[in-house]
């Protein structure tokens, strides 16, 4: 899951090549969000997120917090409209009174035009453990 990977949590291993990539997409990650640190300055951010070790878990755990909806929408943005039938594997959205569930239908996205299961994309997966998904 792409949200335990930017946070630095991600448990699968998978072959030697694949665990070579992820190595290099891991070291990627480090130097990416030592750069966002050291452009921290304002309300004490910079001390806030300084573990010690370089790999910044705070501050991946709190940026992906402020951008999974936005990250979602862009893996699901479907120009090329491969995901119109797709839908998320769980009822995620509600009617109008709010009685009833039902899956995503579009982009695994919900389709109301008001409420609040408006255009959302069910981004709470990520906060279950990833051995139980």
Same mark, same amino acid.
């Given at each position: 899951?792409? $949200?335990?990977?930017?946070? %630095?949590?991600?448990? !699968? ?6 665990? *070579?990539?992820? *190595?290099?997409? *891991? ?11 050291? $452009?921290? =300055?304002?309300? %004490? ?7 010690? =070790? %370089? ?13 999974? *909806?936005? #990250? ?7 120009d090329d409209n ?11 959205? =509600?009617?109008?009174? %709010? ?21 959302? #994309? &069910?981004?709470?997966?990520? !906060?279950? &453990?990833? !051995?139980?998904?």
């Open positions: 899951d792409i $949200g335990d990977i930017v946070r %630095g949590r991600d448990l !699968y291993g998978g072959s030697k090549k694949e665990k *070579e990539k992820r *190595e290099d997409l *891991e070291k990627n990650l480090k130097t990416i969000f030592k750069e966002i640190h050291s $452009g921290l =300055s304002k309300n %004490g951010a910079e001390a806030r997120y300084q573990d010690g =070790s %370089g790999d910044f878990f705070q501050l991946r755990e709190d940026w992906w917090t402020a951008n999974r *909806e936005t #990250v979602w929408k862009a893996i699901t943005c479907d491969k995901l119109s039938k797709a839908s998320y594997f769980r009822a995620t959205c =509600s009617d109008s009174d %709010g009685k009833y569930q039902y899956q995503t239908q579009n982009q695994c996205r919900c389709t109301q035009s008001s409420g609040a299961n408006a255009d959302k #994309v &069910p981004t709470y997966f990520d !906060y279950v &453990p990833q !051995y139980l998904r």
